[in-house]
């Protein structure tokens, strides 16, 4: 499933480039602070071609979305279990199908790293450490304020190996909060400019 959307990058001539969405009648120009920007856009789960050439905005998930967010800013999205907010995220990750409207997200046309830490935390086999580190090298100033921040000192002092403790598979000898805050900690870890959490589930 993947989304189709119109924007392609055009150059400044001053060195810089933003996206810009393609339709003539709707051209806007992706400003360089901009991560992402919705403009009256539809989206909808299209899972062969053929649904997408008999697709239109009545089998829409989400109609006529106008969504900002900017370079530094933290956008929450709230509502009740099942409303869609995990699938909004994956509007903005490229997941969904762009039906109706335009859309333009800076990190899917420029390469720039999104870190997207799901509910269902990913934990391969091995330490604690290595887990956050990842394949990143190991800065211990960083280290240790990400550990702090996402409030994972407490259960490393609780561990005899602390953050060497080893995991198996999937961490199943963790608790579904402390998978969550380790995934954190890895997105973090990770220098990415821009991160999407979904937190459908408890955090502690």
Known sequence: ??????????????????????????????????????????????????????????????????????????????????????????????????????????????GMPIFYASQNVWIPKGSIKSTIIFDHGYDENIYKKIVRCVELESDFSSWAEGDERVVSDRGYSLSGGQRIRLGLARAIYDYSIGFLRDISGHLW
């Open 1 to 110: 499933m993947t989304c189709s959307p119109n924007y392609y990058l055009k150059s400044h001539g001053n060195g810089t480039r933003g996206a810009q969405y393609g339709n003539d009648a709707n051209k806007k120009t992706l400003e360089d602070d901009m991560l992402v920007e919705f403009n009256n856009a539809s989206f909808g789960w299209i899972n062969s071609r053929e649904e997408l050439l008999k697709s239109n905005t009545d089998n829409a998930l989400f109609r006529n979305i106008n969504f900002v967010l900017k370079q530094g800013e933290i956008a929450f999205v709230t509502g009740r279990q099942g409303c869609g907010k995990s699938s909004f995220i994956k509007s903005v990750l490229g997941e969904m199908t762009l039906l109706d409207g335009s859309m333009a997200v800076a990190p899917l046309s420029t």
